[in-house]
């Protein structure tokens, strides 16, 4: 999933300091698992900024809604005609979704209200923790289903590297080295030896380095483009 | 800050149903009375209150508090202390707006403590009362 989380208050407040009327728009995609922009987070930070302008008597409206996803152009439409009449959208969703909502509106100011930080996984009740980089070409077969993209702080591709320590990272003491993970789950799978094999140096163009990245599948496209 | 000899906050007290709201029934049995702008709410533990709860109730009224079981005696084990983490929550968020974090509050006590209870609901209304009318206040 997709983890993000909300901005500081007084940073979303700036935002919207000249508007009167703004819609707060949730996703329920990845944001709602997380936390950080679903139908509840609406609720909360709506009522917060409602309040902190009702404070300042300087009352802002602000109509809450959250759609199934913010990344889909197509779940738009019900909120349309809403949409005319604020100022501004302020978005939870994640970078992508935000940046599909301004796409979406063309004319409407769109404000980012969460930080989008990782893709991850839930560890614990309010624990996130990254776990892949979206490097665009997949290795975790070699490595015991553990990313050393994401997981190793150097992102190396034949570790361990001297800063492992007793299963941790150099980086920081709350880290496990990436590669101690690698090498007791091929262990324990009996595929260690797997291990003595070199890994070639990654192909970066897969990822960022290529630029924007685009994927069009043909099976899948139709004529009109819709 | 006093804000007034006429001003009368409105309050809503969520209550637990084995604890506060028990014990909002002792007191009524006693005959014990208390500020009638406090408006009970009742719930089937303290752990269902929810920091959205809180946070929608601050737009229209002064204060909130929850009333809760006595520590480790939650019907449903963690309620209390949920209860108690979503208070907190809600008072860093009130915080943060500059709201008196005080106009939020949790408080424990057992369904037979009538006394307690208007004890209780007529010092938050008191210390509101101090407080003053919330500054927050979006439905007046």
New interface residues.
């Given amino acids: 999933m997709i983890v993000a989380e909300r901005k500081p208050i007084d940073e979303i407040l700036g935002f919207l300091s000249k508007h009167q009327k703004i819609m707060l728009l949730g996703c329920g995609g990845c944001v709602t698992v997380c936390l950080a922009g679903g139908e509840k987070e609406v609720g909360i930070l709506g009522s917060e900024l409602a309040m902190a302008r009702a404070k300042e008597g300087r009352p802002l409206e602000v109509v809450q809604r959250t759609i199934e996803r913010q990344c889909d152009f197509e779940y738009f439409e019900g909120i349309r005609h809403e949409v005319k009449d604020v100022d501004a959208i302020l978005s939870l969703a994640c970078g992508i979704g935000i940046q599909t909502v301004a796409e979406a509106f063309p004319d409407k100011v769109v404000w980012p209200g969460v930080n989008t930080k990782f893709l991850g996984v839930n560890q614990n009740v309010g624990v996130w923790a990254e776990r892949c980089q979206a490097c665009g070409q997949c290795v975790l077969d070699k490595t015991g289903g553990i990313c050393p993209v994401a997981r190793c702080s150097k992102s190396i591709f034949n570790g361990p590297c001297g800063g492992s320590q007793h299963g941790k990272c150099e980086v920081s003491a709350d880290t496990d080295c990436a590669w101690a993970l690698i090498h007791d789950r091929l262990t324990r799978l009996g595929q260690v030896d797997s291990m003595r094999e070199i890994l070639p140096v990654k192909d970066w163009s897969h990822s960022r380095d290529g630029g924007p990245r685009k994927l069009v599948r043909e099976d899948l496209t139709l004529e009109s483009g819709k | 800050m006093s804000n007034g000899k006429d001003f009368q906050p409105k309050i809503v007290a969520f209550c637990c149903e084995n604890s506060g709201w028990l014990a909002a029934e002792a007191a009524a049995r006693l005959e014990l009375g208390y500020p009638e702008k406090v408006e009970l709410i009742k719930l089937p533990c303290s752990g269902k209150i929810?920091?959205?709860y809180f946070?929608?109730a601050?737009?229209k009224v002064d204060g909130v508090m929850i009333l809760a079981c006595q520590k480790e005696n939650c019907k449903f084990l963690k309620g209390n202390e949920r209860a108690k983490s979503r208070v907190l929550q809600t008072q860093r968020?009130?915080k943060?707006?500059?709201?008196e974090e005080d106009r939020v509050t949790i408080q424990y006590l057992a369904a037979n403590m009538g006394n307690k209870f208007v004890e209780i609901v007529q010092n938050m209304y008191d210390k509101v009362r101090e407080l003053g009318p919330n500054?927050?206040?979006?439905i007046k």
């Fill in positions: 929810d920091v959205l946070m929608k601050m737009e968020l009130l943060e707006i500059g709201i500054p927050g206040k979006v």
